[in-house]
């Protein structure tokens, strides 16, 4: 029996997709308006900074659980966090003040 099948690059990059650009800005845009760091978000959460970093950045994709503790840390329903908005966003919230 012979079966046909798909090869994929393992290497390959994928490019970030609209709904994984839109969730790294909505987490910036409550990240500003709460004026939290990312250290301080990611302490918070009990988690990374560097793969916070990442998620706001579209580079790597969020867990269901972690989009769940953003929702929980940011007081706001999951659709909150992929809602289209004018963002006006701030350079950076710097958290060596």
Do not use: H, W
Not at 46 to 54: A, C, E, R, T, V
Not at 58 to 80: G, Q, W
């Amino acid at each position: 029996m012979i079966i046909d099948c798909e090869v994929v690059e393992i290497n390959k990059k994928l490019e970030p997709n609209r709904t994984s650009i839109l969730l790294g800005k909505n987490i910036v845009y409550f990240r500003q308006l709460r004026q939290l760091s990312q250290d301080t978000l990611a302490q918070q959460m009990n988690s990374d900074k560097g793969y916070l970093s990442q998620i706001e950045n579209a580079k790597r994709n969020a867990s269901t659980d972690y989009i769940e503790r953003l929702c929980r840390v940011f007081n706001v329903k999951p659709e909150e966090l992929f809602k289209e908005r004018n963002f006006n966003l701030k350079a950076r919230v710097d958290s060596r003040k």
